[in-house]
C-alpha cells in the first residue's frame, strides 16, 4: 500500500490529466473524492470497519490505539 500526502496527489493527477480546467478539475478531486480515497485506504488497513451507515475504528487497530494514547498525553501539556 502506497500512501501519498494530498500535495502528491493533487500532483499526479495533475501529471494524469496534464493541462485542466480549475473548474473541472474541483469536480473531479472534491472532498467527497479525497473521503472516500480515505475511508478505503483506512478499510484495507484494517484500522476502521464499516456497515451500511456507520463507520467505527476496528478494535484491532493497536497503532490507532497508540497514536490515541500519544495525542491524549501532548494535549495534556
Not at 50 to 64: D, G
Amino acid at each position: 500500500m502506497i500512501m501519498t500526502s494530498p500535495r502528491t496527489k493533487i500532483l499526479l493527477y495533475l501529471h494524469k490529466y496534464k493541462k485542466i480546467k480549475l473548474s473541472k478539475f474541483k469536480k473531479i478531486y472534491n472532498n467527497k473524492k479525497i473521503l472516500e480515497i480515505r475511508i478505503k485506504r483506512l478499510k484495507s488497513s484494517n484500522q476502521i470497519k464499516t456497515n451500511k451507515n456507520t463507520v467505527e475504528i476496528s478494535e484491532n487497530s493497536f497503532l490507532l490505539k497508540i497514536v490515541i494514547f500519544i495525542f491524549n498525553i501532548v494535549k495534556k501539556f
